[in-house]
């Protein structure tokens, strides 16, 4: 029987709930398929800088190297919050482990189920078709460049007295942006051959940069795919007016960041989008949405992303296709059976069919 080894990272918030789920879907296609799955657990985000005082300890990240996969709930919440740039704060930890496991691209992709096409806020006819990947840069930009803040005595202030100044830094290297290219044009010519790269080259001297070196690569290796520049502005606009129109979308860290959430909302909820972290070192799986503190420990979060989450890992990291196909088309028939968590009911939804987190978990696992 093979054996694969998961770092399991619930973090903060709804988190442990719905890694859960996750853990029991894993469960449930390893006794299907003949495969075991090993765990073990380790503190990212707040719950870290509760115990160690980093969000990051040196103990999770050699976990996750050690690991063949690792699955991630979700960090953060308002009891960490702070300005203070000297104090850690739970998102530093996603960035660490992304950076020290050589993550550079983020894989989210945006698709509609037909169940849930009422959850969108946009018209049916609006969000009819959409099936979208987007390519995310994850390792560069202004999440990653030089900071600083500092008192300034030459007028940063009120009324031109001393105040407070502050900088951060985007930055791309050509071999950054090189292979987050290859990734989408590689993504696109298994789906529709259709890339759409975002940038802002009509101000930005890194997505001038970003423009010409994805330029480059299509013409010379490409071609076959159709490739479409569009400014972040207008792309946030067109997400929300023609999103079918959109095949693979790719991106550099923050944009991609701000636009995926916005996609999200195309699905009718931040809880059905799951995300694939992808590079150099091992794998990392996530939901897309945040760790959700104000219904933690209520039962009630959405784990659909999270078990999405486990479906991409099957794919990317254990080439599991038809366990990764089984899971796709049981969330489907648990949600055209008109189960429902709190985040994608409606007013017509019956009360017996909205269910808690682990309830829902339970269905997926029936219908594998």
Known sequence: MTTYKICLLPGDGI????????????????????????????????????????????????????????????????????????????????????????????????????????????????????????????????????????????????????????????????????????????????????????????????????????HRIHDEEYADVELEDILVDNCAMQLINRPADFDVVITENMFGDILSDEAAQISGSLGMLASASLGDGVALYEPSHGSAPDIAGKGIANPLAQILSVQMMLQHSFNMLDAANDIQRAITAVLDKGYRTGDIADASTPSDKIVGCSKMGDLVVENL
């Open 15 to 214: 988190g442990p709930e719905i890694i859960a789920e996750g853990v029991k879907v894993l469960d449930a296609v390893g006794k299907k398929y003949g495969m075991d799955f090993e765990y073990s657990e380790a503190l990212l985000g707040g719950c870290a800088i509760d115990e160690c005082g980093t969000a990051l300890p040196d103990e999770t990240l050699e976990a996750a190297k050690a690991s063949d996969a690792v699955l991630l709930a979700a960090v953060g919440g308002p009891k960490w919050d702070t300005t203070d740039p000297d104090k850690p704060r739970p998102e530093q930890g996603l960035l660490g482990i992304r950076k020290g496991l050589g993550l550079y691209t983020n894989l989210r992709p945006v698709q509609i189920f037909t169940s849930l096409a009422d959850a969108s806020t946009l018209k049916p006819e609006v969000i009819d078709g959409v099936d979208m990947m987007i390519v995310r840069e994850l390792t560069g930009g202004l999440y990653f460049g030089e900071r600083e803040r500092f008192y300034d005595e030459e007028g940063a202030g009120v009324d031109g007295k001393s105040g407070q100044r502050a900088y951060d830094t985007l930055e791309y290297r050509e071999y950054e942006i090189d292979r987050i290219a290859r990734q989408a044009f590689e993504a696109a010519r298994k789906r529709r051959g259709k890339v759409h790269s975002v940038d802002k080259a009509n101000v930005l001297e890194t997505s001038r940069m970003w423009r010409e070196i994805v």
